[in-house]
Structure formats: structure tokens, C-alpha cells
């Protein structure tokens, strides 16, 4: 019986806690691409099944130059790999890769 209340225990705090899951997303400009209008400036976001989020954990700069013609993530859609969760309405991010430019 001990264990059992025990196994349920775990179960229940496993549940509790999302997990966090890694997954090829859409980062960009979460402004200039995306349309997000809930700051101000320049900001990265990123875009899973068809909701934008802006970043915490990754800023858009880290990622060279935002404003570059043909990187920049003001003008360009890239891919990342990211792994994280939505957080009240952010993507927290533990990890963030660019795939491919």
C-alpha cells in the first residue's frame, strides 16, 4: 500500500510539471515578421503551430545582425531548434540553434 500512495505521488508531481520539449520552429522578428505589437522594438519571437511568442532566454542579436539584408531577422523567417515552454504567454527558452540561414 506504501508503495502505491507513493507511485501516486510521483505520478501526480510528474503531471504537474511540464515537460520541456525541443522542437524546429519559425524565429524571426517577432515585430517586423510576425506582427507581435505588445512591445516595443525589435525583438526575437518565435512562431509554433501558427501562434507567435515572443523569447525569453535568447536575444535577437545574439544571432548576428537583425537588420541584415539577407539574415537579419527583421527580414527573414529562419529556423531554429529550440527547446523550452510557454510561460505565461512567452516561450522560455533553455536552448536556441539556428538550423539552417
Do not use: W
Amino acid at each position: 500500500m506504501k508503495k502505491f500512495i507513493v507511485l501516486i505521488f510521483f505520478g501526480i508531481l510528474a503531471c504537474a510539471n511540464p515537460k520541456e520539449k525541443t522542437q524546429i520552429v519559425e524565429a524571426s522578428c517577432g515585430q517586423c515578421q510576425f506582427g507581435l505589437k505588445n512591445q516595443n522594438g525589435c525583438d526575437l519571437a518565435i512562431k509554433v503551430d501558427g501562434q507567435a511568442y515572443f523569447v525569453d532566454g535568447a536575444h535577437i542579436d545574439d544571432y548576428g545582425d537583425s537588420h541584415d539584408e539577407n539574415t537579419g531577422f527583421c527580414n527573414v523567417v529562419r529556423k531554429a531548434e529550440v527547446s523550452g515552454k510557454v510561460e505565461d504567454g512567452r516561450f522560455k527558452s533553455s536552448s536556441f540553434k539556428i538550423v539552417e540561414k
